[in-house]
């Protein structure tokens, strides 16, 4: 409930005002200077009225200068600032340039990896989808066989019922990764259309959104309409589908209805829908795909059985998202694709996102989107990877591209000092360049040399790419034969995957020893004399190549934090360890003692953590007053002793300093959701909802 | 696999901690103390006040937002590289995204939505970006030199048409595209499933970039991973300010003020005398009833219309009707049936409240 009417209820007719007029939009965007100047809350109220305004338009023809500006004004005297690369002072400088540069190869490289996952999932479809081509194919010309209407016949009021079969309504039913979410599969609904419409077929999709219940039958009505006939109608009438689909040959294609997400739809509009469209399906041979991401019996659950009864239904099944994974991976990174690749360490996170906690292939292209993107804004040498992605000739000196800020840091890069290159050897530059160009590929190939090897154990590509791309690896110790002993006692390669398949490989070579074949021993020796070479030869991890951090994204903390948000720990710990945040000396030294000078909600969160799941919100206004009252002791005696003379209110009486204060804590904690509002039934404790792993004060209580 | 460990040993932790504090609260009695036993004043007044605290460390809060600055760049690049940003940690985030917008989102269009409001018009929203951005597509295609298209109208449409629009208008340049500020996408207003799809279908616009912040610890919950994935496209930030909600706030009701008695006295008085004068007179009588009968379930929906039209107050029972559903929308007047089957209606507020009421009617 909003606090007092006067605020509750803004005029949407001054919103309307103030987007539009340049005057207002002016005055809004010294909000923020003059809220600290607001003294009294009712002058306040003028600005929360404006619920949305435009702040700028954009200055067109500025371009340029607007962001030379914008950046020149960042630069500031501030501590981070100082701290800043050369090489980033330098792109400072002509940053307008670098930026767009920037941009450009990001842009180009991400279309590549874009494009390139598109088309393996396209790929991977492609069975399906023709099979669903081949079934509407052959299902559409058993219909006509049936006998085609005429015209006349066809745009009657009412349908012609000549027998029982023909109002059946031929379904497929495309089931999709089990009880994941439908997210991967929307784009393969959306290919699934384009290859359909490229079929002939008249496609229209819809989706849980026009099968809701709010719209009801109507509403997916007008969706197919606007679909087929044209976007402006604005009537739900069967009988506009029936003498569009007579018209000008479009009779000669069947129509197609893509329901994508089949399990969020409402039941009962989609059972209303399909018998409305199975009543006309004499006139229009429609063609029901509907996707099912949990069990292929879902639709039983979602229809009704008059609904069912209509439906003659043919499974097709996609496949998994763990398969498209390892398709998608070979593709980008083990087939020459754009140069970029990810650490070990990154690849074990995406990895581990993947298998522990998001499970959609979706996912993981925008991790590997973020890691890309954060490539290029954190590492300046990027844009070279342009060059990699298009087999262009490498950049030389000449390029411009190599200033001498850029050789700096590109000597000063860790693969580069830890190998001992120096600046002395700089002629080598093109020579390390181009060996980094060209190290992928011999690497690629070993590793899909172990998939294949370890797919009869159906080993995923996925742990077969993080293993190799570990730097601190040692796969010939396993293979040599000393090692076995060794190796059981070594902890950390406990999971090898490389290793497993090694010693499924010697396996087979001593068992073939004991038997009889010499042949077969001699083409395993062959074999593991052929894997032993090339794993020593080719198998260097690609960050252990100098300069490797002009196509290798390493920030493995960095592309979490982007992608995973913790509020509710970060919060919680924001709060809980404000003063380290903050860097303040004042409270940095506290210890476990709350201290008058740290941040008030700091403290009242602090002393939260002392309750049990509910507060009583006198307690801890007390003991948040006994932290506070040493500061303000000497300051405020005065309302001391006023707020100690009499307990009720008086219109004339100061609040409590400490009142005031906690007033804006509990709210602060309110808008965070740490605590939950007092109930009626208990008007005086508040909840806590939110607990922290690091909770040490009920551990100490315990 | 340490991951894995790793995300169970965190779930024990949480869980464990839930158990403890329910534990504690077993064990040690509850206290009994009341709120009312602290001295507190009147809202309004803490409402000024609180608007007046000091803040504390605001050399180092003010030091902590010029770190953030040296973010601006980055967050520019990440918006033109299509993405959308969410800001979270604790703190008022409000100046730090204007200044942002202010200051690095010149060469774009910026549209500010105050997402903390109650007020919030999704379709005002809309039409405000559309206008933005056909202006915009426009300005660019004379520059290119191709024909402008007809003068568009939106204020007729409706939401999905808006969005049509806003998905369908293309533009060869990439790199063209409006800034949508969200202060609180988790906010009150726009907290409900619907709003925040179709900020997601706006998202996913190509040509709209989207700077929300959060500030619920829960906020995430409001999006499915097509959304997140797909439509926002977020890049999270964690960028605790410190700075104080101030206009955050406001809507929200304070625990600490002595809510009840002053209060909705207060909201009843304010919606009365916004009411007639005979609507008034009938609200009197039903006061003055239950004030008198205090001990009753309340007034008799028949007495109250008897002793009404004595009075000339109302005509028929059909004006005395539309007063009480004028009272029951404003939650200032409750029916129940006492004992005998009868239709009563009293008034939620205690003696004390509606004696302060009636005063103030009176004044």
Request: net charge neutral; charged share 25%.
């Amino acid at each position: 409930m909003a606090p007092s009417t006067t605020v509750a209820d803004p005029q949407p007719s001054s919103t309307t005002d103030s987007f539009d007029s340049n005057a207002a939009a002016e005055n809004d965007i010294r909000i923020p200077k003059l809220f600290s100047l607001c003294a009294a809350f009712d002058t306040c109220l003028v600005f929360f009225v404006a619920a949305i305004f435009v702040l700028h338009k954009a200055s067109p023809g500025s371009k340029s200068t607007a962001t030379v500006k914008s950046k020149r004004r960042i630069e500031s005297p501030s501590p981070k600032i100082a701290k800043k690369s050369e090489i980033e002072s330098a792109e400072e400088e002509d940053g307008q340039f670098f930026s767009t540069l920037r941009l450009r190869v990001f842009e180009t490289v991400w279309s590549k990896i874009d494009k390139t996952i598109q088309d393996v999932l396209r790929d991977s479809n492609s069975k399906v989808f023709s099979g669903i081509r081949d079934w509407i194919c052959e299902s559409f010309e058993s219909i006509r066989s049936s006998g085609a209407l005429s015209l006349s016949e066809a745009v009657r009021s009412y349908p012609v019922l000549s027998q029982p079969s023909s109002k059946q309504l031929f379904t497929a039913l495309v089931l999709t990764s089990k009880n994941l979410e439908m997210v991967d599969d929307l784009l393969t609904f959306e290919d699934l259309g384009l290859h359909l419409k490229s079929q002939g077929c008249h496609v229209a999709k819809l989706s849980s959104m026009d099968f809701s219940a709010k719209n009801g039958v109507g509403g997916c009505l007008r969706g197919l309409l606007r679909q087929f006939v044209m976007p402006t109608v604005d009537v739900a009438d069967v009988t506009i589908l029936a003498s569009w689909y007579r018209e000008s040959g479009n009779h000669k294609n069947p129509v197609v209805i893509i329901v994508d997400d089949t399990e969020r739809c409402s039941g009962s509009v989609l059972s209303e829908f399909i018998l409305l469209l199975s009543e006309w399906a004499v006139k229009v041979p429609i063609f029901l795909i509907m996707g099912v991401s949990t069990a292929h019996d879902a639709p039983r659950k979602i229809l009704s059985a008059n609904a069912l009864q209509r439906l003659c239904a043919t499974k097709f099944t996609l496949s998994s998202p763990a398969e498209r994974m390892d398709a998608v991976l070979e593709a980008v990174f083990l087939k020459p694709c754009s140069g970029f690749t990810v650490s070990h360490k990154v690849a074990l996170f995406m990895r581990s996102y993947f298998l522990c906690q998001d499970g959609t292939l979706t996912s993981f292209v925008k991790t590997l989107k973020i890691a890309c993107l954060q490539h290029f804004s954190l590492e300046p040498l990027s844009i070279m990877l342009e060059h990699f992605c298009q087999d262009n000739q490498l950049p030389g000196e000449g390029t411009g591209l190599l200033t001498e800020a850029t050789m700096k840091h590109a000597f000063d890069l860790p693969s580069v000092t830890r190998n001992k290159i120096t600046r002395s050897t700089c002629e080598m530059l093109p020579q390390f360049l181009l060996d980094l160009q060209r190290m992928p590929n011999p690497w690629s190939i070993v590793v899909l040399c172990i998939y294949e090897a370890g797919k009869f154990d159906k080993l995923r590509l996925l742990d077969v790419f993080c293993e190799t791309l570990d730097p601190e690896a040692r796969y010939l110790k396993y293979f040599s034969p000393s090692s076995i002993l060794n190796s059981q006692s070594n902890v950390s390669g406990r999971n090898s995957v490389i290793r497993r398949i090694l010693r499924k490989l010697r396996k087979h070579a001593s068992r073939s020893n004991s038997k009889l074949e010499k042949e077969l021993k001699a083409m395993t020796d062959k074999i593991s004399a052929v894997i032993e070479f090339m794993l020593r030869e080719y198998m260097k991890p690609v960050e252990t190549v100098p300069f490797n951090e002009i196509l290798c994204f390493k920030n493995v903390d960095k592309l979490q934090s982007a992608l995973l948000g913790d509020p509710r720990g970060r919060i919680q710990s924001d709060l809980l360890e404000s003063h380290s945040i903050l860097n303040c000396l004042c409270c940095s030294q506290r210890g476990t003692t709350l201290l008058p000078s740290m941040h008030d909600t700091s403290i009242l969160y602090a002393l939260a953590q002392e309750h049990a799941d509910v507060i009583n919100l006198h307690d801890w206004y007390q003991s948040f007053k006994t932290i506070l009252i040493p500061r303000n002791s000497k300051a405020k005696s005065k309302s001391k002793t006023t707020s100690k003379s009499k307990k009720r209110k008086e219109r004339c009486e100061e609040p409590e300093p400490p009142a005031e204060a906690s007033i804006q804590a509990v709210m602060e904690l309110q808008i965070a959701g740490l605590i939950r509002m007092p109930s009626k039934r208990r008007p005086d404790f508040v909840q806590r909802v939110a607990f922290k792993q690091e909770d040490q004060f009920i551990r100490q209580d315990q | 696999m340490e991951d894995i460990d790793n995300i169970e040993e965190d779930e024990c932790g949480f869980s464990r901690n839930y158990f403890l504090a329910k534990e504690l609260s077993g064990s040690s009695k509850r206290s009994a103390r009341k709120l009312s036993d602290i001295n507190i004043v009147d809202e309004q007044e803490l409402r000024e006040t609180a608007c007046n605290i000091e803040t504390k460390h605001e050399k180092e809060i003010s030091e902590l937002l010029n770190e953030y600055k040296t973010m601006y760049p980055k967050w520019v690049f990440e918006l033109r590289c299509g993405f959308g940003l969410l800001m979270y940690g604790f703190g008022s985030k409000k100046g730090l995204i204007e200044d942002f917008a202010s200051s690095s989102l010149t060469e774009y269009s910026v549209v500010v939505i105050n997402g903390y409001l109650p007020s919030v018009n999704l379709k005002q929203v809309l039409l405000a970006i559309a206008e933005l951005l056909s202006e915009m597509l426009k300005s660019r295609r004379k520059s290119s030199g191709s024909l402008a298209k007809g003068q568009e109208t939106f204020p007729s449409r409706s939401i999905d048409d808006i969005l049509s629009f806003l998905h369908g208008s293309q533009s060869e340049d990439k790199d063209c595209f409006v800034c949508v500020v969200v202060h609180n996408i988790d906010g009150p207003a726009i907290r409900d499933p619907e709003s925040q799809q179709t900020l997601a279908q706006l998202a996913s616009c190509s040509h709209i970039r989207i700077i929300a912040s959060i500030d619920h610890v829960n906020a995430p919950l409001l999006w499915d991973k097509k959304m997140v994935h797909k439509q926002f496209n977020w890049l999270w930030h964690h960028v605790p300010t410190f700075a104080p909600y101030k206009v955050e706030g406001v809507f929200f009701p304070l625990v600490l003020a002595q809510g009840s008695t002053a209060q909705t006295a207060k909201t009843a008085a304010i919606v009365l005398q916004s009411l007639t004068p005979n609507a008034q007179n009938v609200f009197k009588i039903l006061a003055e009833y239950q004030l008198s009968h205090p001990d009753e379930d309340g007034m008799p929906t028949e007495d109250l219309y008897s002793a009404s039209r004595e009075r000339f107050f109302v005509s028929s029972q059909v004006t005395l009707n539309s007063h009480l559903t004028e009272f029951k929308d404003h939650e200032l007047v409750k029916t129940k049936r006492n004992s005998d089957g009868q239709e009563c209606l009293s008034i939620p507020l205690s003696s004390d409240a509606l004696r302060q009421l009636l005063l103030d009617l009176n004044q």
